[in-house]
């Protein structure tokens, strides 16, 4: 049986099925994001997952900064399908964008400032078992 829930050490990052094959990642509001940090995230997004491909609805709304490094971390994860970026304020679309044109990950990725159109949009790019 799969844990419902991961949270990182130090409460920046916490992990979460929210539907089947579809896991969110909310970034604390206000957290400098480290590379620690997504290293942490990085690790429970795998264990949530089983090893198998997932799409990501990463919550970054209201977040203080992302570090370099923790930008490299999260372009690298390898068993995302596609990553729906949710924010709500010009900063979190600067975040965003800066996320992207920093080390942008090899699958689908777009920014929301809706969650349902976010959650559509991933349910679309949601990998369908046989």
Same mark, same amino acid.
């Given at each position: 049986?799969?844990? &419902?829930?991961?949270?990182?050490? @130090?409460?920046?990052?916490? &992990?979460?099925?929210?539907?089947? %094959?579809?896991?969110?990642?909310?970034? @604390?509001?206000? =957290?400098?994001?480290? =590379?620690?940090?997504? =290293?942490?995230?990085?690790?429970?997004?795998?264990?949530?997952?089983?090893?198998?491909?997932?799409?990501?609805?990463?919550? /970054?709304? %209201?977040?203080? *900064?992302?570090?370099?490094? =923790?930008?490299?971390?999260? *372009?690298? /994860?390898?068993?995302?399908?596609?990553?729906?970026?949710? %924010? *709500?304020?010009?900063?979190?679309?600067?975040?965003?964008? @800066?996320?992207? %044109?920093?080390?942008?990950?090899?699958?689908?990725?777009?920014?929301?400032?809706?969650?349902?159109?976010?959650? *559509?949009?991933?349910?679309?790019?949601?990998?369908?078992?046989?």
């Amino acid at each position: 049986m799969q844990p &419902a829930q991961f949270a990182a050490v @130090r409460c920046n990052v916490s &992990a979460d099925v929210i539907s089947d %094959g579809i896991i969110r990642i909310a970034l @604390r509001p206000g =957290a400098r994001m480290t =590379a620690g940090d997504w =290293a942490l995230a990085r690790e429970n997004l795998l264990a949530l997952a089983g090893g198998r491909p997932s799409v990501v609805l990463l919550q /970054v709304t %209201g977040v203080g *900064s992302v570090s370099r490094e =923790a930008v490299s971390f999260y *372009s690298e /994860v390898s068993t995302v399908r596609a990553f729906a970026i949710l %924010g *709500s304020s010009p900063v979190d679309r600067v975040i965003a964008h @800066r996320m992207l %044109g920093l080390h942008r990950p090899q699958c689908p990725t777009q920014f929301f400032t809706d969650a349902q159109e976010a959650m *559509s949009w991933l349910y679309g790019q949601t990998p369908r078992h046989e």
